[in-house]
Protein backbone atom coordinates (compact mmCIF):
# COMPACT_ATOMS: atom_id res chain seq x y z
CA UNK A 1 0.00 0.00 0.00
CA UNK A 2 2.72 2.65 1.00
CA UNK A 3 6.41 1.77 -0.09
CA UNK A 4 8.81 4.28 1.22
CA UNK A 5 12.42 4.55 -0.16
CA UNK A 6 15.44 6.16 0.28
CA UNK A 7 13.61 8.69 2.25
CA UNK A 8 15.68 11.85 3.79
CA UNK A 9 14.56 15.29 5.20
CA UNK A 10 16.51 17.88 5.87
CA UNK A 11 15.34 21.33 7.40
CA UNK A 12 18.37 23.49 6.17
CA UNK A 13 21.60 21.41 7.35
CA UNK A 14 19.47 19.80 9.68
CA UNK A 15 18.96 16.35 8.66
CA UNK A 16 16.23 14.64 10.08
CA UNK A 17 14.95 11.65 8.23
CA UNK A 18 17.99 9.63 7.20
CA UNK A 19 17.64 7.33 4.16
CA UNK A 20 14.21 5.75 5.20
CA UNK A 21 13.16 2.45 3.64
CA UNK A 22 9.63 1.28 4.86
CA UNK A 23 6.70 -1.21 3.18
CA UNK A 24 3.68 -0.80 4.82
CA UNK A 25 1.12 -3.65 4.03
CA UNK A 26 -2.86 -2.80 3.04
CA UNK A 27 -4.78 -3.68 6.12
CA UNK A 28 -1.76 -3.41 8.51
CA UNK A 29 -1.35 -1.68 11.72
CA UNK A 30 2.08 -0.36 11.91
CA UNK A 31 3.40 1.66 15.58
CA UNK A 32 6.00 4.06 15.04
CA UNK A 33 7.92 5.16 18.54
CA UNK A 34 10.90 6.49 19.35
CA UNK A 35 12.40 9.23 21.71
CA UNK A 36 11.22 12.72 20.91
CA UNK A 37 12.93 14.71 18.09
CA UNK A 38 13.18 11.65 16.18
CA UNK A 39 11.97 12.06 13.23
CA UNK A 40 8.81 10.32 14.04
CA UNK A 41 6.31 13.47 13.42
CA UNK A 42 7.88 14.35 10.07
CA UNK A 43 8.13 10.66 8.73
CA UNK A 44 4.45 11.02 8.73
CA UNK A 45 4.04 14.33 7.65
CA UNK A 46 6.07 13.22 4.19
CA UNK A 47 3.87 10.12 3.39
CA UNK A 48 1.51 12.22 2.77
CA UNK A 49 3.70 15.06 1.36
CA UNK A 50 2.31 17.73 4.37
CA UNK A 51 6.76 17.71 4.47
CA UNK A 52 8.07 17.70 1.35
CA UNK A 53 11.06 15.58 1.21
CA UNK A 54 14.66 16.05 0.18
CA UNK A 55 15.24 12.86 -1.15
CA UNK A 56 13.75 9.63 -1.89
CA UNK A 57 10.09 8.31 -3.40
CA UNK A 58 7.16 7.28 -1.52
CA UNK A 59 4.31 5.26 -3.91
CA UNK A 60 0.86 4.84 -2.29
CA UNK A 61 -1.36 1.72 -4.13
CA UNK A 62 1.36 2.02 -6.96
CA UNK A 63 1.37 5.91 -7.80
CA UNK A 64 4.24 7.39 -6.91
CA UNK A 65 2.96 10.53 -5.18
CA UNK A 66 6.62 12.49 -4.69
CA UNK A 67 6.15 12.84 -8.64
CA UNK A 68 5.31 16.49 -9.10
CA UNK A 69 2.61 15.59 -11.52
CA UNK A 70 0.37 13.73 -8.95
CA UNK A 71 -2.56 15.07 -8.05
CA UNK A 72 -1.80 15.07 -4.34
CA UNK A 73 -5.38 15.67 -2.86
CA UNK A 74 -6.77 12.95 -4.54
CA UNK A 75 -3.94 11.07 -2.83
CA UNK A 76 -4.58 13.33 0.78
CA UNK A 77 -8.18 11.87 0.48
CA UNK A 78 -7.51 8.46 0.68
CA UNK A 79 -4.74 8.81 3.67
CA UNK A 80 -6.64 10.60 6.64
CA UNK A 81 -4.32 12.24 8.94
CA UNK A 82 -5.40 12.52 13.19
CA UNK A 83 -3.19 14.76 14.92
CA UNK A 84 -2.58 15.22 18.58
CA UNK A 85 -5.07 18.32 19.20
CA UNK A 86 -8.33 17.65 17.23
CA UNK A 87 -8.36 20.18 14.78
CA UNK A 88 -12.19 20.83 14.92
CA UNK A 89 -13.98 24.05 14.18
CA UNK A 90 -14.86 25.55 17.11
CA UNK A 91 -17.83 27.39 16.16
CA UNK A 92 -19.50 24.62 14.28
CA UNK A 93 -21.62 21.49 15.57
CA UNK A 94 -19.95 17.93 15.85
CA UNK A 95 -21.99 17.39 12.45
CA UNK A 96 -20.98 20.64 10.55
CA UNK A 97 -17.50 19.64 11.67
CA UNK A 98 -17.63 15.72 10.48
CA UNK A 99 -19.77 16.85 7.03
CA UNK A 100 -17.38 19.74 5.89
CA UNK A 101 -14.81 18.25 4.09
CA UNK A 102 -16.52 15.47 2.23
CA UNK A 103 -18.92 18.30 1.11
CA UNK A 104 -16.22 21.24 -0.11
CA UNK A 105 -14.66 18.57 -1.85
CA UNK A 106 -17.53 17.26 -3.57
CA UNK A 107 -17.09 13.25 -2.53
CA UNK A 108 -21.22 14.04 -0.88
CA UNK A 109 -24.11 16.15 -0.86
CA UNK A 110 -24.88 17.83 2.24
CA UNK A 111 -27.65 15.34 3.01
CA UNK A 112 -25.78 12.25 2.29
CA UNK A 113 -22.97 13.63 4.38
CA UNK A 114 -25.51 13.88 7.28
CA UNK A 115 -26.71 10.38 6.89
CA UNK A 116 -23.23 9.39 6.70
CA UNK A 117 -22.36 11.44 9.67
CA UNK A 118 -24.97 10.27 11.60
CA UNK A 119 -23.81 6.36 11.06
CA UNK A 120 -19.93 7.84 11.70
CA UNK A 121 -21.45 8.95 14.62
CA UNK A 122 -23.17 5.75 16.36
CA UNK A 123 -19.95 4.34 15.24
CA UNK A 124 -17.77 6.24 17.27
CA UNK A 125 -20.25 6.12 19.85
CA UNK A 126 -21.13 9.71 19.81
CA UNK A 127 -24.83 9.54 18.67
CA UNK A 128 -26.06 12.13 21.23
CA UNK A 129 -23.49 15.13 20.42
CA UNK A 130 -24.34 15.55 17.02
CA UNK A 131 -26.05 19.08 17.68
CA UNK A 132 -23.36 19.88 20.56
CA UNK A 133 -20.48 22.08 19.90
CA UNK A 134 -16.47 20.68 20.41
CA UNK A 135 -16.18 22.68 23.77
CA UNK A 136 -18.96 20.85 25.30
CA UNK A 137 -17.24 17.82 24.65
CA UNK A 138 -13.99 15.78 26.68
CA UNK A 139 -10.77 15.31 24.83
CA UNK A 140 -11.92 11.75 24.63
CA UNK A 141 -15.01 12.71 22.40
CA UNK A 142 -13.09 15.38 20.80
CA UNK A 143 -10.21 12.90 19.59
CA UNK A 144 -13.17 10.40 18.66
CA UNK A 145 -15.16 13.11 16.55
CA UNK A 146 -11.66 14.24 14.82
CA UNK A 147 -11.28 10.56 13.88
CA UNK A 148 -14.84 10.15 12.50
CA UNK A 149 -14.38 13.55 10.92
CA UNK A 150 -11.17 11.54 9.05
CA UNK A 151 -13.45 8.42 8.59
CA UNK A 152 -15.78 10.43 6.20
CA UNK A 153 -13.24 10.71 3.43
CA UNK A 154 -13.37 6.96 3.32
CA UNK A 155 -9.52 6.46 3.70
CA UNK A 156 -7.91 3.63 3.41
CA UNK A 157 -5.08 4.30 5.43
CA UNK A 158 -5.18 6.33 8.31
CA UNK A 159 -2.25 7.81 9.78
CA UNK A 160 -2.66 9.17 13.50
CA UNK A 161 0.33 11.22 15.64
CA UNK A 162 0.32 11.17 19.32
CA UNK A 163 -4.08 10.61 19.02
CA UNK A 164 -4.27 9.88 22.78
CA UNK A 165 -1.16 11.93 23.79
CA UNK A 166 -3.77 14.46 25.09
CA UNK A 167 -5.81 12.56 26.63
CA UNK A 168 -7.13 10.70 29.83
CA UNK A 169 -6.83 7.06 30.57
CA UNK A 170 -10.76 6.62 29.93
CA UNK A 171 -10.42 9.20 26.90
CA UNK A 172 -7.51 6.91 25.41
CA UNK A 173 -8.73 3.61 25.80
CA UNK A 174 -11.90 5.10 23.79
CA UNK A 175 -10.25 6.12 21.01
CA UNK A 176 -7.78 3.46 21.09
CA UNK A 177 -10.70 1.21 20.33
CA UNK A 178 -11.70 3.31 17.84
CA UNK A 179 -8.97 2.37 15.83
CA UNK A 180 -8.64 -0.70 16.74
CA UNK A 181 -12.41 -1.78 15.19
CA UNK A 182 -11.41 0.53 12.23
CA UNK A 183 -8.61 -1.92 11.34
CA UNK A 184 -9.86 -5.04 12.27
CA UNK A 185 -13.36 -4.58 11.30
CA UNK A 186 -12.96 -1.87 8.20
CA UNK A 187 -9.90 -2.81 7.25
CA UNK A 188 -8.29 0.28 7.12
CA UNK A 189 -4.62 0.59 7.44
CA UNK A 190 -2.96 2.40 10.27
CA UNK A 191 -0.13 4.15 10.83
CA UNK A 192 0.42 5.18 14.72
CA UNK A 193 2.43 6.94 17.00
CA UNK A 194 2.67 7.10 20.59
CA UNK A 195 4.84 7.16 23.48
CA UNK A 196 2.89 4.68 25.22
CA UNK A 197 4.32 1.25 24.84
CA UNK A 198 1.36 -0.40 25.90
CA UNK A 199 -0.11 0.87 22.73
CA UNK A 200 3.28 -0.31 20.73
CA UNK A 201 2.86 -3.79 22.12
CA UNK A 202 -0.74 -3.77 20.15
CA UNK A 203 1.13 -3.17 17.13
CA UNK A 204 1.23 -6.03 13.94
CA UNK A 205 4.33 -4.22 13.43
CA UNK A 206 6.62 -1.67 15.36
CA UNK A 207 9.05 0.42 13.44
CA UNK A 208 11.71 2.10 16.41
CA UNK A 209 12.86 5.39 15.29
CA UNK A 210 16.10 6.97 16.84
CA UNK A 211 17.96 9.91 14.87
CA UNK A 212 15.92 9.74 11.82
CA UNK A 213 16.88 6.21 11.22
CA UNK A 214 14.82 3.24 11.92
CA UNK A 215 16.81 1.33 14.30
CA UNK A 216 14.22 -1.76 14.66
CA UNK A 217 11.46 -3.08 12.58
CA UNK A 218 9.30 -6.38 13.56
CA UNK A 219 6.64 -7.98 15.76
CA UNK A 220 6.31 -6.06 18.99
CA UNK A 221 7.33 -9.62 21.01
CA UNK A 222 10.69 -9.72 19.08
CA UNK A 223 11.74 -5.49 18.97
CA UNK A 224 10.63 -5.40 22.77
CA UNK A 225 13.43 -8.46 23.78
CA UNK A 226 16.10 -5.73 23.12
CA UNK A 227 15.45 -3.66 26.30
CA UNK A 228 19.26 -2.51 25.92
CA UNK A 229 18.87 -1.77 22.79
CA UNK A 230 15.73 0.35 23.25
CA UNK A 231 17.04 1.60 27.02
CA UNK A 232 20.09 3.21 25.01
CA UNK A 233 18.40 5.31 22.64
CA UNK A 234 16.54 6.50 25.74
CA UNK A 235 13.26 4.40 25.43
CA UNK A 236 11.28 2.42 27.95
CA UNK A 237 9.39 -0.84 27.52
CA UNK A 238 5.91 -2.16 28.67
CA UNK A 239 5.69 -3.26 32.34
CA UNK A 240 5.53 -6.72 31.84
CA UNK A 241 8.70 -6.59 29.28
CA UNK A 242 10.49 -4.57 32.19
CA UNK A 243 9.79 -6.68 34.79
CA UNK A 244 10.60 -10.48 32.94
CA UNK A 245 13.95 -8.51 32.34
CA UNK A 246 14.60 -7.80 35.56
CA UNK A 247 13.46 -11.43 36.95
CA UNK A 248 16.51 -12.58 34.23
CA UNK A 249 18.89 -9.98 35.09
CA UNK A 250 18.25 -11.93 38.54
CA UNK A 251 19.36 -14.86 37.11
CA UNK A 252 15.81 -16.46 36.69
CA UNK A 253 14.64 -18.43 34.31
CA UNK A 254 11.71 -16.59 32.48
CA UNK A 255 10.74 -15.60 28.85
CA UNK A 256 11.47 -12.35 27.55
CA UNK A 257 8.53 -12.90 25.08
CA UNK A 258 5.69 -12.86 27.40
CA UNK A 259 4.11 -9.57 26.50
CA UNK A 260 0.53 -9.62 27.28
CA UNK A 261 -0.69 -9.41 31.03
CA UNK A 262 -1.88 -13.07 31.07
CA UNK A 263 1.47 -14.11 28.84
CA UNK A 264 3.28 -12.40 31.76
CA UNK A 265 0.83 -13.90 34.40
CA UNK A 266 1.14 -17.44 33.08
CA UNK A 267 4.93 -16.87 33.09
CA UNK A 268 5.29 -15.88 36.82
CA UNK A 269 3.17 -19.34 37.29
CA UNK A 270 5.21 -21.42 35.94
CA UNK A 271 8.25 -19.90 37.60
CA UNK A 272 6.74 -20.58 41.30
CA UNK A 273 5.49 -23.85 40.60
P1 LIG B 1 9.37 13.54 16.77
O1 LIG B 1 7.99 13.56 16.21
O2 LIG B 1 10.01 12.19 16.74
O3 LIG B 1 9.45 14.15 18.13
P2 LIG B 1 9.91 15.50 14.71
O4 LIG B 1 9.72 14.82 13.42
O5 LIG B 1 8.82 16.39 15.19
O6 LIG B 1 10.30 14.44 15.82
O7 LIG B 1 11.21 16.40 14.65
C1 LIG B 1 12.46 15.87 14.30
C2 LIG B 1 13.47 17.00 14.25
O8 LIG B 1 13.14 17.86 13.18
C3 LIG B 1 13.50 17.86 15.49
O9 LIG B 1 14.83 18.18 15.77
C4 LIG B 1 12.71 19.08 15.10
O10 LIG B 1 13.16 20.20 15.82
C5 LIG B 1 13.02 19.21 13.62
N1 LIG B 1 11.93 19.83 12.88
C6 LIG B 1 10.68 19.33 12.73
N2 LIG B 1 9.92 20.15 11.97
C7 LIG B 1 10.70 21.19 11.63
C8 LIG B 1 10.51 22.39 10.83
N3 LIG B 1 9.34 22.63 10.24
N4 LIG B 1 11.56 23.22 10.71
C9 LIG B 1 12.75 22.96 11.30
N5 LIG B 1 13.01 21.88 12.05
C10 LIG B 1 12.00 21.00 12.21
MG1 LIG C 1 6.16 14.17 17.03
Known amino acids: MIDVKGLSKSFGNHLVLDNIDQHISPGEKVVVIGPSGSGKSTFLRCL ?4 QPTAGTITFDGVVITDPRVDIDAIRRQMGMVFQHFNLFPNMTIRRNITLA ?5 LMKQEEADAEAAKLLERVGLTEKADSYPAQLSGGQKQRIAIAGVIAMEPRCIVLDE ?3 MLDPIGR ?8 TLNRERGVTVVLITHHMDEAAQADRLVVMAKGRIVADGAPK ?4 DVEGLKSVGLTVPDTTELLWELRREGLDVPLDA ?3 EECAQALKELLA
Not at 48 to 51: A, G, R, W
Not at 102 to 106: A, F, H, I, L, Q
Not at 173 to 180: G, P, Q, S, W
Open 102 to 106: PVRTG
Open 222 to 225: EVFQ
Open 48 to 51: NLLE
Open 259 to 261: LSD
Open 163 to 165: PTA
Open 173 to 180: ADVLRTIK
